[in-house]
């Protein structure tokens, strides 16, 4: 069985405030029903990538100024935010940004805007997300702003599920959080892929944690890939375990 291309981003240079070139020629593909990693430190260019698929560089002065980005085969490159998710590409942002003054359950539905399926759809969706996260059902009458770091990721990735996404962008989600948090934010994260078909493209620098979770990594150093491949391939690099996984 050939591998269905989800996602491809080809050949994009990303330049911000018309003269900073970030993205130097970034390609990258992220198969149906994978989880692919961007991993790479500080500045590399995580971020950027992730926003440039998301149409989201625009509020930050930045530009796409080469290079295709195609969604099931389709150019998304000028979508506006709405059609983005509608068709099916959800960004979940790195801080993940609640609405503080908004329950969780109101935080959840929130994701659902984009829909015209129904409440009684919107209501069973939401028993799935508190399914995976029963954290949230426990909590879903408190205010997000009141939530725990670790509360506020998982609802950043349930209030993303409620758009019924193909394909998620998740921008660090180990950020700030305790070693056992990431491992049951990656854990669900994992069942999410397995049980819903959800794709992922997560960036992180917690690389040691990502390949662990990821099927196929990209590695970005200045706005370049020097490397990818299988996660477990990756994992065995002797230059990935000297500068990445701090193990050598
Ligand atoms: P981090 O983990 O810190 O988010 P990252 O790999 O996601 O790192 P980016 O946030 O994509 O990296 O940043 C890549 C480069 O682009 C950095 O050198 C950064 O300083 C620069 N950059 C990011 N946003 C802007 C902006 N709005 N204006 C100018 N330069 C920016």
Redesign the pocket.
């Known amino acids: 069985r050939t591998e269905e291309t989800l996602l491809e981003v080809k050949n994009i240079e990303v330049i911000?405030?018309s003269v900073?070139l970030?993205l130097k020629g970034v390609s990258l593909s992220v198969p149906r029903g994978g989880i692919t990693a961007l991993l790479?430190?500080?500045?590399?260019?995580?971020?950027?990538?992730l926003?440039a698929i998301s149409n989201l560089l625009r509020s930050?002065?930045?530009m796409v100024t080469k290079g295709s980005i195609l969604h099931r085969g389709e150019r998304i490159q000028d979508l506006n935010p709405s059609d983005m998710v509608k068709r099916g590409v959800v960004q979940v942002m790195?801080g993940r940004h609640c609405f503080e003054h908004l329950t969780v359950e109101e935080n959840l539905l929130t994701g659902a805007y984009t829909r015209s399926d129904g409440r009684a759809k919107i209501d069973a969706d939401l028993e799935m997300v508190y399914a995976y996260f029963p954290r949230l059902k426990e909590r879903r009458r408190s205010q997000a702003g009141y939530t725990s770091g670790g509360e506020q990721q998982m609802v950043a990735i349930g209030r993303a599920m409620m758009a019924r996404p193909e394909t998620i962008l998740l921008?660090?989600p180990s950020m700030g959080l305790a070693p056992q948090l990431v491992e049951e934010i990656f854990g669900i994260v994992k069942s999410l892929n397995e049980n819903e078909g959800v794709s992922f493209l997560l960036?992180e620098?917690n690389t040691n944690v990502a390949l662990r979770f990821a099927h196929h990594g990209y590695i970005?150093e200045s706005?370049r890939v020097v490397m990818d491949g299988a996660a477990a391939d990756l994992r065995e690099n002797p230059d990935v375990k000297e500068f990445y996984l701090g193990m050598s």
């Not at 790479?40 to 995580?46: E, I, S, Y």
């Open positions: 911000y405030n900073i970030v790479g430190g500080n500045g590399a260019g995580k971020t950027t990538t926003k930050e002065r930045g790195e921008d660090e960036a620098q970005l706005g």
